[in-house]
């Protein structure tokens, strides 16, 4: 589902560049990451060195890439954008590390789906600043070492638990974004509804924060049809435009996009609560497993929708609550 699946789309770069805070400043929300990234960046900035490498670690959408963006812009060093899926082999990422120049920040997404020798490639790299390239094969092969120039990495991962315990530790700090709250989320509206020239009543933009997911990205999308929805019945007040259009676009009142739904209703309706593990879960909805993982689960947990038990997923009381309300199937095609 295009609209409330918290990855970018294509379309949605272009928007997404433009709304992107450029410094620690302007980057609403997540008191503690900001502190804790203050810190690092300004002891770095006093020694005049590369800041230590850098993981950020939370489900999409919390503005990881635009941490990293920022991590550059605020220790004036240029940055490179890549990630996991397209590092396949190690040469993948020589590629990419020996074309580095000094200080510069090089940005991994999704740095746990990397391939497993990128991986071990990496090691070396972070600690070292070296890597060893393979020439040949079989009895003939040698290594030949390669210096690199300085840099910091800075991975974004939505599965930090995927991590091998060796790469995590080479980083030397780990940033756990975590769901905004909705105070935070109306903050997140506000500025991208002043940057796109809207003028939209804080009523309504509070009600469009509740029902954000937490998620910056999902706010500043549903902003989007929320402003179509308006330019298209004009005279509403915009309270009622937000409501409507969330309507039209299937976000209830909690904030529950279909898929949400889809997994609470399987586990309400379908296995009588739980416990069910989370491949049965997958197939009965027809997502995939990693979808439901990192994206959906996160989610419900926090909210106190749905608990994860040794012997699978259940849902909580207010989850079977929440599911008795809603009784019809969610269509997910
Ligand atoms: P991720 O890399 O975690 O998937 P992004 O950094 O791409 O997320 O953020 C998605 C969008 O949400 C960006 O366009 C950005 O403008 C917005 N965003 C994310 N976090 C914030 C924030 N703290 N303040 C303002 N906007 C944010």
Do not use: C
């Not at 060893?132 to 300085?150: C, H, N, Q, T």
């Not at 809207?198 to 706010?219: D, H």
């Not at 197939?283 to 990693?290: H, L, Q, R, T």
């Amino acid at each position: 589902d295009p609209l409330l699946d918290p990855g970018a789309t294509a379309d949605e770069l272009a928007f997404e560049g433009a709304l992107r805070p450029a410094s620690l400043a302007e980057f609403v929300g997540q008191p503690k990451v900001k502190g804790q990234l203050e810190v690092l960046l300004h002891a770095a900035r006093l020694q005049d060195r590369a800041p230590d490498h850098i993981l950020l670690a939370g489900p999409p959408g919390l503005g990881k890439t635009t941490l990293a963006s920022i991590i550059g812009a605020e220790t004036g060093r240029p940055i490179r954008y890549s990630s996991g899926p397209a590092i396949q082999h190690a040469g993948d990422l020589a590629a990419v590390l020996s074309a580095l120049v000094p200080g510069e920040v090089l940005f991994i997404d999704e740095i746990h789906r990397m391939s497993r020798a990128a991986e071990e490639m990496l090691y070396l790299a972070m600690e070292d600043f070296r890597i060893d390239i393979m020439v040949g094969k079989g009895a003939g092969a040698s290594s030949i070492p390669l210096e690199l120039a300085p840099f910091t990495l800075v991975g974004a991962t939505t599965r930090s638990g995927m991590l091998p315990a060796p790469l995590r530790d080479r980083f030397g700090f780990t940033a756990h974004l975590e769901f905004y709250v909705a105070d935070d989320l109306e903050r997140v509206l506000a500025r991208s509804a002043r940057l796109l020239g809207l003028e939209i009543e804080p009523a309504a933009l509070g009600e469009l924060a509740s029902r954000s997911r937490g998620t910056p990205r999902i706010a500043n999308r549903l902003l989007r049809r929320v402003r179509d929805w308006l330019l298209v019945h004009a005279g509403s007040s915009d309270l009622e435009g937000v409501r409507a259009a969330l309507e039209l676009y299937d976000v209830d009142e909690a904030g529950l996009d279909r898929i949400d739904r889809a997994v609470l209703h399987a586990i309400a309706h379908r296995f009588g609560g739980g416990p069910v593990g989370l491949s049965t879960l997958a197939a009965a909805i027809g997502e995939e497993a990693d979808t439901i993982e990192s994206v959906v689960e996160p989610f419900l947990v926090r909210e106190g929708l749905i608990g994860r038990t040794p012997r699978g997923r259940v849902a909580t009381p207010a989850g079977m609550r929440h599911a008795r309300a809603d009784m019809r199937e969610p269509t997910l095609d």
